[in-house]
């Protein structure tokens, strides 16, 4: 479905988005739509004639090739160095299935299958580098970052072998995938005309290629640096050590059988346990409060916001291990970056696991747990099941009357079940709710909240929704509901939990002073880099706490959190070579600074600075030209810089040596030329 969401935001239409979803409308279907169809969909006529406009345009090449997996960069010196999630996958014995079909009907398959391969990496928004006959070389993590591209890799890779073996060919096909993660220089351009691709260079791309070479059919094999970032999403098989030819000493490989069953992607991916909650004091006691009034059945809602790493998820952890005693219902909804256009995904894999369905059960068995999940909400189930069980995509054969109802009128009627399900569950006892990262929510799950925030006052509910600063809150003018925004620790606070992540051993001095100031108080940075510090070999552990194990030296950025502060760059990619300039000056540089070293037209410049102030990726003193700008975050910079080729980096270093220089230089000439007052 990302394709049409691809192509109706193209057309300036993404508003129809969800009705094409919900109507299983895809680019296959598309040249088959009529006037009429898109009359019963509610679109409006001027737009039902764009469509059909657009429809008509379309050629069958063009509608395979809708939504490319990524734009690429259009420069051609923009080579840079960046941690990348590399995947090879290849057809199960091509070379005797080509001996075997004649060559034309060879030509359809492979077509198919690069096909599937393209619509299931754009999905995950992966970018195809390359097709190479029967094999293909994908990048998670170029041109554009995610904070979880070594996720969505090992996902595109099992959804993989799920849509290879259903393509309806004349031979059934069997693909075998290697995925690995590691830093490389990536972005130069090789070949020319049609052979002309975004070169990769490093051992990463190498060590995904073994990886495929050694996979059994239908299998996804991850190495061990990618297996590091995945914690337990994932149920994984240890195939041990192997020895992979170009490959220097026995690498550790992994087998990625299916996601795991975990409720909470935060708990997965903390694999050795939560990290104790520092501060947030009051924080936690507000919520208690706002619980125990829930509770008498004066409903609330505590809108909980903060930038990524700050500790939305742990302090909603901590209130439900507070609670653990208590007689209640918990409900918890998990939004993903994956499913932005998948209506209701929350509540959907929340009803799949209340109700425990197992990837092996049959829909009869399937209905009868949903039947007995919903029975503890209603003793009507007449109309809950056959909505919900639709959701789900559970028959119900003869035991439920079939739905006859427009789209629209379906949608009422499930939100409706939803919303009269937890009724039914506060009736009985108070029922806590955690919807996480609703910035990433789809549009119905926004409209979903919307009902329920409107029926909480008079119920035993608290509702807590956590989101980035980025999502805009539309219900925060309701009297029952409570804006929360977390901040960053203190000095004080973050020293306390640094001991904390290191058991309470002392670290040296001069690396706790820069774990304090490169984590700006972000409780997740200052977790990853202080365990990045005990288990990289930078302190030796002593009877006492740690003592340095060589002269001091900056601190490299966490590989767990590399692709997370690049993605934060990438989302602005018209100004990210702003911001790399910006990471060589320094930490904090001045209009001037940056004027003199760019080269940029100072109204480009100027936009691109505007860019990053509004993202809050730096921030501002006074105005241009005589502004001042900080990074806000010490890792960003970083992160920025890091991104940075080395022989670019000593032209910034020139740059910013002469940096000065440049500007009196200018200022002296601009006095010059300048006409004196009359």
């Known amino acids: 479905m990302q394709q049409i969401a691809n192509w109706l935001k193209k057309l300036g239409m993404s508003e129809y988005t969800e009705r094409f979803a919900e109507n299983d409308i895809d680019m296959a279907v598309l040249p088959d739509l009529t006037d009429e169809h898109l009359k019963n969909l509610g679109v409006s006529l001027g737009h039902r004639l764009k469509m059909l406009r657009a429809i008509r345009d379309l050629s069958s090449a063009s509608v395979a090739a809708?939504?490319?997996?990524?734009?690429?960069?259009?420069?051609?010196?923009?080579?840079?160095?960046?941690?990348?999630?590399?995947?090879?996958?290849?057809?199960?014995?091509?070379?005797a299935l080509s001996a075997k079909l004649d060559p034309e009907d060879m030509r359809f398959v492979i077509g198919a299958y690069h096909q599937c391969v393209a619509e299931t990496?754009?999905?995950?928004?992966?970018?195809?580098?390359?097709?190479?006959?029967?094999?293909?070389?994908?990048?998670?993590?170029?041109?554009?970052?995610?904070?979880?591209?070594?996720?969505?890799?090992?996902?595109?890779?099992?959804?993989?072998?799920?849509?290879?073996?259903?393509?309806?060919?004349?031979?059934?096909?069997?693909?075998?995938?290697?995925?690995?993660?590691?830093?490389?220089?990536?972005?130069?351009?090789?070949g020319s005309g049609e052979a002309q691709e975004r070169g990769v260079v490093g051992e990463t791309p190498n060590l995904a290629a073994r990886l495929q070479g050694i996979a059994a059919a239908n299998t996804v094999v991850v190495a061990e640096g990618t297996r590091r970032l995945l914690g337990n999403l994932f149920e994984l098989e240890d195939l041990g050590p192997?020895?992979?030819?170009?490959?220097?000493?026995?690498?550790?490989?992994?087998?990625?059988?299916?996601?795991?069953?975990?409720?909470?992607?935060?708990?997965?991916l903390h694999t050795s346990g939560l990290t104790a909650l520092v501060g947030r004091e009051e924080e936690t006691e507000l919520l208690?409060?706002?619980?125990?009034?829930?509770?008498?059945?004066?409903?609330?809602?505590?809108?909980?916001?903060?930038?990524?790493?700050?500790?939305?998820?742990?302090?909603?952890?901590a209130l439900l291990e507070r609670?653990?005693?208590?007689?209640?219902?918990?409900?918890?909804?998990?939004?993903?970056p994956q499913h932005t256009d998948s209506a209701l995904y929350p509540s959907i894999a929340q009803l799949e696991r209340a109700a425990g369905f197992r990837r092996d059960d049959a829909d009869d068995q399937r209905l009868k747990k949903l039947e007995a999940l919903l029975a503890q909400g209603t003793s009507d189930l007449s109309e809950a099941v056959p909505m919900l069980a639709e959701l789900l995509l559970i028959p119900t054969g003869d035991r439920y009357p079939p739905l006859n109802l427009t789209p629209q009128k379906r949608k009422e009627k499930t939100l409706k079940a939803q919303l009269a399900q937890v009724e039914g569950l506060a009736a009985q006892q108070p029922v806590l709710m955690v919807w996480e990262d609703v910035h990433w929510s789809d549009p119905t799950t926004r409209e979903s909240l919307d009902l329920l925030i409107d029926r909480v006052p008079r119920r035993r509910v608290l509702v807590i929704i956590t989101f980035r600063p980025e999502f805009s809150p539309p219900w925060v003018d309701r009297p029952h509901v409570t804006l929360l925004s977390l901040s960053r620790l203190p000095t004080k606070q973050r020293v306390d939990m640094i001991t904390h992540v290191t058991g309470g051993k002392a670290l040296p001095k001069e690396i706790i002073d820069q774990i304090?100031?490169?984590?700006?108080?972000?409780?997740?940075?200052?977790?990853?880099?202080?365990?990045?510090?005990?288990?990289?070999?930078?302190?030796?552990?002593?009877?006492?706490?740690?003592?340095?194990?060589?002269?001091?030296?900056?601190?490299?950025?966490?590989?767990?959190?590399?692709?997370?502060?690049l993605a934060r760059l990438d989302r602005l990619a018209p100004a990210r070579e702003v911001a790399q300039i910006g990471a060589a000056l320094g930490r904090s540089f001045s209009h001037e600074q940056i004027s003199a070293v760019s080269g940029m037209p100072l109204q480009q410049l100027d936009d691109a600075l505007a860019r990053l102030v509004h993202a809050e990726l730096i921030f501002r003193r006074g105005t241009p030209p005589h502004a001042e700008y900080t990074f806000k975050h010490a890792l960003v910079q970083d992160a920025a810089y890091s991104t940075l080729l080395r022989s670019r980096r000593k032209s910034e270093r020139f740059w910013r040596s002469n940096s000065r220089r440049r500007q009196k230089r200018s200022l002296k000439c601009w006095r010059i030329i300048s006409p004196k007052p009359e």
């Open 66 to 95: 809708t939504a490319p997996a990524a734009p690429e960069p259009t420069r051609q010196d923009d080579a840079e160095r960046r941690p990348l999630t590399v995947m090879f996958t290849d057809l199960v014995g091509s070379t």
């Open 121 to 190: 990496v754009s999905r995950f928004d992966g970018f195809v580098a390359k097709y190479m006959g029967d094999g293909v070389l994908i990048y998670f993590g170029y041109p554009h970052a995610h904070e979880d591209d070594a996720e969505r890799a090992v996902r595109t890779g099992l959804a993989l072998v799920e849509a290879v073996g259903k393509l309806r060919v004349q031979e059934p096909l069997q693909v075998r995938i290697g995925v690995a993660t590691g830093l490389v220089v990536v972005g130069d351009l090789v």
């Open 242 to 268: 192997k020895d992979l030819r170009g490959i220097a000493g026995p690498a550790r490989a992994w087998a990625a059988l299916r996601a795991s069953t975990m409720e909470s992607r935060f708990e997965a």
């Open 516 to 565: 304090v100031d490169r984590t700006d108080g972000v409780p997740l940075f200052i977790e990853e880099l202080t365990k990045s510090v005990v288990e990289g070999g930078i302190v030796t552990e002593t009877a006492n706490g740690y003592a340095m194990s060589g002269p001091a030296t900056p601190l490299a950025i966490p590989t767990t959190l590399h692709a997370s502060l």
């Open 323 to 336: 609670l653990v005693g208590e007689p209640h219902t918990r409900l918890r909804y998990f939004c993903s």
């Open 288 to 317: 208690l409060r706002r619980w125990a009034r829930a509770k008498t059945g004066e409903g609330q809602v505590v809108l909980l916001s903060g930038e990524a790493g700050i500790g939305k998820s742990r302090l909603t952890a």
